[in-house]
């Protein structure tokens, strides 16, 4: 049983606390991996300020709930722990963690960037950018999209 | 009656976040956006975008995908958290 803990939020989030979760009571696992994903000062090729997230709050954990669920059924992994924030970010804040543990490397590895591969083609977030030229939609990238390419190819344990 | 909601850039172009009407169910997504664009002919060019997502109850589908009545549906452009 994969324990998951899912939320989203306008507050930051402490990656060392995120760690320490992972690590409470914790005898099993040999592995922790974890991605968190940050605002940064340039986004296809323009100068960036800042970000506002908007999301389709009741679709928003349910989607992230079941890109999790379908990690856990295909790696035996011990924990799941996803972060997303909404709202107003200035460049460097932290954007989305995603962390996965679990006996082995290969399994927390895989696993975590397949929940980020998911997360950014079917979870229903959209980043509006603040630029010195006015804010504008992020477009959504084809790279993206086929990275989902690789998890459907193998049926990777 | 079934509730339709739109997110981010496409809220923005059609003025309007959510709309409600009556449909003869089960009508599939591409027939209820036929509907939704004759009761809205300025917003064809943006609702027929061949990137514009569906979700029905929350769970993302595809065009034939069918709707009933009571069901929230909801379209937006192609998403890009992370």
Redo the contacts between chains.
């Keep these: 049983m994969t324990q998951m803990h899912i939320a989203v939020q306008t507050d930051d989030f402490d990656v060392a606390k995120e760690y320490a979760h992972l690590r409470e009571n914790n005898s099993q696992d040999g592995a922790i991996v974890f991605f968190s ?1 940050l605002v940064r000062e340039m986004n296809q090729g323009h100068g960036v300020t800042g970000l506002f ?4 709050p ?2 928003t954990e ?2 992230l709930q ?1 890109i999790a669920q379908q990690a856990s059924e295909r790696w035996p992994l011990t924990h799941i722990r996803i972060i ?1 924030r909404i709202g107003q970010l200035q460049v460097s804040d932290q ?2 963690f995603v962390a996965t543990s679990s006996a082995h490397r290969e399994s927390a590895f895989a696993s975590c960037h397949f929940i ?1 591969d998911y ?10 950018e603040t630029r010195e030229e006015g804010d504008e ?4 990238l084809e790279k993206d ?1 086929t990275a989902l390419e690789k998890w459907q190819e193998k049926g990777e344990k | 009656m079934i509730k339709v909601l739109f997110f981010a850039q496409l809220k923005e172009l059609l003025q309007c976040s959510q709309i409600e009407l009556s449909i003869n169910a089960p009508c599939d997504v591409d027939s209820l956006k036929q509907q939704i664009v004759n009761e809205h002919p300025n917003w064809q060019a943006h609702l027929n975008q061949n990137k514009v997502l569906a979700a029905v109850n929350q769970t993302m589908v595809d065009a034939t995908h069918l709707i009933n009545d009571g069901d929230e549906v909801a379209f937006f452009p192609p998403v890009t958290g992370g």
């Design positions: 994903g997230l908007e999301h389709y009741s679709m349910k989607s079941n997303h954007i989305v980020m997360l950014k083609n079917q979870a229903p977030f959209w980043k509006k939609w992020v477009a959504a999209e």
